[in-house]
């Protein structure tokens, strides 16, 4: 039989490993509200970093025709138990990736540099104490030190030398982490961006951002905008401020 998204009845779990919840699910959201772009882009390596449970990059298997599609496809995650439990979650689908136990993608910089067509990422991105952060077990999933950007400011500079020439970048963000602070930043490495699904609740508020390089955008040699011809930013800030104004929702918005 088979599936859209990863089922979860399917997805393996163990004490120490975070179970999907309202951030994966919306993020698998974005990527099928996507999916038709992500079907006409044909990524050739696909990555997750962060893991978990195997929900996400299964559920990205599955909406890409996996392998059989030509693409390959990688999920990393420091949690040993994180690993195994995404490897019983792909099995339980019919679907297989490289699965390897590191943080973010140490080791696999120089190997992975400029060839990652489609990243995918749900970050610790919670705010906690700075001594929280890397720490061994579940903890690891959520805690994201000050402001929730301990991790996230880690990832953004290596998921810009993974990302390919035409690699699109997905991540779960938290109003707390400032995302459009965080699209400003990437704005200055050359990157558009797009909240592709807004999810609101009582407790959070959640953005998955879109990142993708954008030729429009002209960057000098200290990272500092030269020319932006696309007004994709204040589009962004637009957004953000705009869904402030919104109550309990979830809203996809179209993306390029």
């Not at 990736?97 to 919670?126: C, F, H, K, M, Q």
């Not at 991540?171 to 909240?195: D, E």
């Amino acid at each position: 039989m088979s599936y859209k998204t990863a089922q979860i009845r399917l997805v393996s779990s163990h004490p120490e490993v975070y179970e999907p919840c309202d951030d994966s699910f919306a993020l698998v959201d974005a990527l099928l509200s996507d999916q038709k772009h992500l079907l006409e882009h044909k990524p050739i390596l696909c990555m997750e970093v962060g893991c978990g449970s195997g929900y996400v990059i299964t559920s990205l298997m599955l909406m890409l025709g996996g392998e059989a599609n030509g693409a390959q496809f990688i999920a990393t995650d420091m949690n040993p138990h994180a690993i195994t439990v995404t490897r019983e979650t792909m099995e339980a689908h019919g679907v297989l990736a490289e699965l390897i136990n590191t943080d973010i993608a140490s080791g696999l910089e120089s190997r992975l540099a400029g060839s990652v067509d489609l990243l995918v990422v749900n970050p610790p991105y919670v705010p906690t104490p700075e001594d929280e952060v890397g720490r061994e077990g579940i903890a690891s999933a959520w805690a994201g030190g000050e402001n929730g950007r301990s991790v996230i400011d880690k990832i953004l500079p290596v998921a810009d030398k993974l990302l390919s020439e035409r690699g699109w970048l997905y991540m779960v963000t938290l109003t707390a982490n400032n995302p459009s602070q965080i699209c400003r930043q990437m704005t200055k490495k050359g990157y558009a961006s797009r909240i592709v699904v807004q999810r609101s609740t009582e407790e959070e508020s959640l953005h998955i951002i879109k990142f993708w390089r954008d030729v429009n955008i002209e960057v000098d040699a200290n990272n500092g905008v030269t020319n932006s011809k696309t007004g994709i930013l204040d589009s962004v800030r637009s957004q953000i401020q705009r869904l402030s104004f919104w109550g309990s929702s979830d809203i996809n918005t179209s993306t390029d």
